[in-house]
DNA sequence: TATTATACCGAACTGATGTTCTTTGTCAAT
DNA sequence: ATTGACAAAGAACATCAGTTCGGTATAATA
């Protein structure tokens, strides 16, 4: 990435700070005159031709003639994010190991995670929900307690993926990475230390793919 | 989280979804006359009459007299996240092990990621960075191989939390869970299928802190 | 049919907002 | 001192944009 081919002054790197913070705090740019007041520019000129400036700069780019057209390049869109619903937890015991969230906690749910949408790929916002990993059983598939885990419903197979499978025959549901073979599904743990096993695909069912997850520390 | 109590109509619902889209698209919510042309609203007081509907419903929110004052609630705002640069990549041979990036490729990284700013805690952003986890040698870690390791310069240290640790007389920096304990350090894989060891609090310099892993799919 | 209430349209209004232009101030070279 | 080049201030302007309001169409009710 290119740097600036103009160095930009004190205050004009100030003013650039003020647009920013105005952007992160009021979630839409500021108008000409909101940054004349807000970064102490002497008047509206000023502010269009320090706009000019920083724009040759690199570091912000603006539609003309439109108001709040301003945007800091260094910031992140709206568009780059997805909000994604928070429908509970997966847990050790297999009954209700990995849930399947029904509507109304897809529509109520008790949080909303903010995933960057380069993260989900093509998958419609309806269909993906989050899980919160407890307790240690998820080791197996490198997932951590708390470790946050993003599922997508209506997913297409592929083969190598790590899924949310059903095993009628134990009454359990786990995570594991998940390869075809003729009518028999392998399962092979994400810890390689561990050994796969297969099962057969009539008594397994893949209820969701694990699109990311994400741990906080 | 209280449901909308008023059911809203077709058109509104197309106007919402018009509303959204803009935002997406144009990363600043749309003025009343966008809304009115492309969502094909009959007229401007339409539009105010089912902005003020939307938001009883609570699908939105606005500044009143204020241009593109709208807002849409189920959309992440650009303060939801940061992005944090891309400098690096973790390996299993000790002398690059965790690298610590000099200033020129955190001005200038190869890539963004953007990162929700709920995971981040309150780091400063310029101490922030990414790397990105190459094979199986951070499995004790619960690391895997593709990785997104985010990391954090200037921490406070906080025991038990998860460290890049520069071990001197094994030359090798790694991923520990690390405890003080007088002088020594008890460095615990992640994994609590194997065993903590102690070192000498001299040969173990603290790099920087694990911030969060995330993982895509 | 007459009445009332409601939804809706369109124009006009008022303040907001980006742009332009003239004037003023500063500084260096002559 | 004079001039020219440049930066900066401030007013004026034209358009943009949210709001208001009178009028019309439609539907329900008596």
Redesign the interface.
């Known amino acids: ?1 290119a ?1 600036p081919t103009q160095r930009i002054t004190e205050s004009q790197q100030a003013m650039l700070s003020y647009i920013q913070d105005y ?3 009021n ?3 500021p ?1 000409f005159r909101d940054i004349q007041r807000g970064a102490n520019i002497s008047s509206l000129s000023m502010v269009s031709h320090y706009l000019d400036i920083l724009r040759e700069a690199g570091e912000i780019e603006f539609n003309e003639s439109s ?3 301003v ?1 800091v390049k ?10 994604v619903p928070m429908c509970g937890v997966i847990t050790c015991d297999g009954e209700h190991g990995v849930p399947t969230p029904d509507a109304d906690a897809l529509r ?1 749910p008790e949080d909303w ?4 949408r ?2 989900v790929g093509n998958a419609k916002l309806e269909d993906l929900y989050a899980l919160r990993a407890r307790g ?1 059983s998820m ?1 197996d598939a ?1 997932i ?1 307690d708390g470790d946050l885990v993003i599922m997508r419903r209506n997913f297409d197979y592929k083969d190598g ?2 899924y949310a499978v059903m095993l009628s025959d134990r009454n359990e549901t786990t995570l594991k990475r998940v390869f075809k073979d003729g009518k028999k599904f392998k399962l092979k743990p ?3 230390r561990l050994e796969p096993f297969w099962v057969d695909a009539r008594s397994a069912q893949l209820q969701g ?9």
Chains 1, 2 share one sequence.
Do not use: Q
């Not at 793919?209 to 520390?217: F, G, L, S, T």
């Open positions: 990435m740097r952007i992160l705090t979630g839409r740019p108008t108001s709040r057209g945007w260094s910031l992140p869109k709206p568009g780059d994010f997805v909000r109520n995670i903010p995933v960057a380069s993260l240690d080791i490198m951590n993926g790590l994400e810890n390689p793919r694990v699109v990311c997850v994400v741990r906080a520390m």
